[in-house]
């Protein structure tokens, strides 16, 4: 390896979690953060990856998915079409082939270097230190996607341009995974390409999104699972990771098509970066941040996102909700074509054949609420308990059982939604008051417990297939839901009760939580209610 370099193959990048049952080596304690090879060659002693930003953890899954299938020799279906059985080979095993992870990164050792001056770092464009205008670089704050830049407000820590905190190379390899995901939309570093100048960038492709992703009781579980079957069609060798590929990408003429999982899932970023390393090679001192391809935007392909169909018949990912809660969500991961009316949510392909794996995986959801541009609310980090023994191909009589509970927990949720409004719109006497505050309050009150609800009755659902709709009861889910709203309600509008307008604006808006409110009752006007929005938890 050349000297002062930084290469993710050997130094440490990735934070990870070791299993309870891990021996320490005898040089002293298990590493908190360790290279690729490292993770790759323990992943059966690893629990967990330990990242704490939720979009970079999403990103590195992806990573190292690829790189799974590649040391597995699971990059495609081969010629007896037995991919699902040469998976449960290695699962057998109980880790992934030390010589196939050795003999990889040996081939691609090149490729994986942080910094390469003069060379061509991972995932990275060198191109840029001349394409770009070297006066006006990016800067480290801009690349930590945590940190405030230029005029953006202070999020989690308080940050000048002018003196900057140099982040470390594990920290500016995370921050660059981020980038390429989960990067704005907008302008960005001027970058000249065969004589046209330009400073505009597409949104990464995940941006907005939420992603899904099956979990094990280690990373060697986790990192199978999550491995989707490669088409009929593929071809190990032309479906290419960007290190992998032999030359860089054209800016004007890009691959637009996948090849297969391995670069659907790591070739698609909108954006090109160069990172520019301090003296000691173990900090970053600057960036160059720009796009990366002109032209159309590269496909959004993804299979560990929700789809929905939009009413102008557009199919977009299910967007990262930091107020939604993941059981929200179960349903439409565990059934193929789950109840969801006109959205016609489809279930994330990854799932189709994660629970061959493990009948005990849980799932973790990963996600930014952002906007398309400059504006990020929140991160997103939720998971279940062991939930992917009620697919719907592996439980077929339980699992609707799951969709009924999750319809019934919103559908007492939005009817708690509209009573306040309507109960505080005719206390003060003005339909067009949204009551916003008062439902943003009843929110925070119903969804924690319809969520703790939630899972008390899912856990108790039969799995033997030998009951109806594994012991479902729909009474008295019901009942249990509508006592949540109930209790929120009176929570919520008791303060006014104590007045004559009060208690009759409160008493005839209550009847909204059990869906009896006829025509001749005081409603809401259609103009104000369309103005509304469903409260999320």
């Not at 270097?113 to 991972?122: D, K, S, V, Y």
């Not at 390429?180 to 330009?198: A, F, I, W």
């Not at 009755?457 to 009474?475: H, K, M």
Request: contains cysteine; hydrophobic residues 35%; charged residues 25%.
């Amino acid at each position: 390896m050349p000297t002062g370099t930084y290469n993710l193959i050997h130094q440490p990048c990735v934070p990870v979690r070791w299993r309870a049952d891990t021996t320490a080596p005898d040089t002293g304690v298990l590493p908190d953060i360790v290279g690729l090879r490292e993770l790759m060659l323990r992943s059966h002693d690893i629990e967990s990856l330990a990242v704490s930003d939720a979009p970079a953890h999403a990103a590195l899954l992806r990573i190292l998915y690829a790189l799974t299938a590649r040391v597995a020799g699971l990059t495609e279906q081969g010629p007896e079409g037995d991919w699902d059985e040469r998976r449960l080979d290695v699962l057998d095993v109980g880790q992934l082939p030390p010589e196939k992870v050795e003999a990889y990164f040996v081939d691609f050792e090149n490729r994986f270097f942080l910094f390469a001056p003069g060379g061509r770092p991972w995932m990275q464009d060198p191109r840029l230190a001349d394409q770009c205008d070297r006066a006006k670089t990016a800067g480290v704050n801009k690349l930590i996607v945590t940190r405030p830049s230029g005029n953006n407000h202070s999020w989690f820590r308080h940050d000048k341009d002018a003196s900057p905190e140099l982040p470390t190379a594990p920290e500016a390899f995370l921050s660059l995974l981020a980038w390429h995901y989960y990067g704005p939309s907008g302008r960005c570093s001027s970058r000249e390409v065969n004589g046209v100048k330009s400073a505009s960038a597409t949104a990464g492709p995940l941006r907005t999104a939420l992603s899904y992703h099956p979990e094990g009781d280690s990373l060697f579980e986790t990192l199978l699972s999550g491995l989707v079957p490669p088409e009929d069609d593929v071809v190990g060798k032309e479906d290419l990771c960007p290190w992998e590929q032999e030359d860089l990408p054209d800016p004007d003429h890009p691959q637009r098509q996948s090849r297969g999982p391995r670069s659907r899932h790591t070739a698609r970023s909108q954006h090109a970066l160069l990172l520019i390393p301090d003296e000691d090679n173990m900090h970053v001192r600057d960036a160059f941040i720009t796009w990366a391809y002109r032209g159309e935007r590269m496909p959004r392909e993804d299979d560990y996102l929700i789809w929905q169909t939009s009413q102008q018949g557009n199919r977009y990912p299910r967007p990262a909700d930091a107020g939604r809660a993941l059981w929200r969500d179960l349903d439409a991961l565990l059934l193929q074509n789950p109840p969801e009316g006109s959205a016609n949510p489809q279930q994330p392909r990854v799932f189709r054949t994660a629970v061959q794996v493990s009948e005990d995986l849980r799932v973790r959801a990963l996600g930014f609420d952002q906007e398309g541009q400059a504006k990020d609310t929140q991160f997103i980090d939720a998971s279940t308990p062991a939930v992917l023994g009620y697919a719907e191909d592996n439980d077929p009589r339980t699992v609707p059982a799951v969709g009924r509970l999750r319809q019934l927990g919103e559908l007492y949720g939005r009817r708690l939604d509209r009573a306040v409004k309507r109960a505080w719109a005719a206390y003060v006497r003005d339909a067009k008051a949204d009551g916003a505050a008062w439902a943003a309050e009843a929110a925070a009150r119903y969804w924690p417990c319809a969520e703790v609800e939630f899972w008390a009755r899912f856990r108790v659902l039969d799995r033997t297939g030998d009951v109806a709709d594994g012991g479902f009861d729909p009474a008295a889910t019901r009942r249990a839901f509508l006592r949540l709203a109930q209790e929120a309600y009176d929570a919520v509008t008791e303060p006014v009760t104590r007045t004559l307008r009060g208690a009759k604006a409160v008493s005839h808006a209550r009847l909204d939580l059990y869906g009896t409110r006829t025509k001749t009752q005081p409603t809401t006007p259609p103009s104000s209610r369309a103005k509304t929005k469903e409260p999320t938890g």
